[in-house]
């Protein structure tokens, strides 16, 4: 599930608080530091830094979209260069082993393993 992009409770609350303390008086001072132009200047940092984060998510949304369909386009070739081996070599040969395969004669032997091994189960099953 991607992360949700964020928008701010107290950006908003912050915004409006300094649009009442303007009207009070557009040079306030409270003193410590506390002036409507430090005020300001916090709210333009929590927004610009707000609003970068939101396109920092919308960027990697858009790179999770591309690694995902460049996997699913690897994934498809991955297959092919096989099955071509396979096609040229034959699907019980050496060759389609290297390139990852496993050769058919094993795969049908492993297969018929597995069915028998299910029937003694099923037998040890009903005896019991």
Not at 2 to 9: A, E, G, I, L, V
Not at 92 to 103: F, L, T
């Amino acid at each position: 599930m991607p992360r949700q992009k964020r928008n701010s409770q107290t950006l908003e609350r912050a915004q409006q608080r300094a649009v009442s303390l303007q009207s009070i008086d557009p040079a306030l001072h409270l003193g410590r530091g506390l002036t409507l132009e430090e005020y300001g200047r916090a709210i333009a940092l929590h927004k610009t830094q707000l609003d970068d984060y939101n396109r920092t998510l919308s960027a990697i949304e858009q790179l999770a979209i591309a690694v995902d369909a460049s996997e699913k386009a690897l994934k498809d070739l991955s297959e092919r260069m096989l099955l071509g081996v396979g096609a040229l070599y034959g699907k019980d040969s050496e060759e389609y082993v290297m390139a990852g395969g496993a050769r058919k004669s094993e795969v049908a032997r492993n297969l018929s393993k597995s069915k028998v091994g299910g029937s003694k189960k099923k037998a040890q099953v009903e005896a019991a």
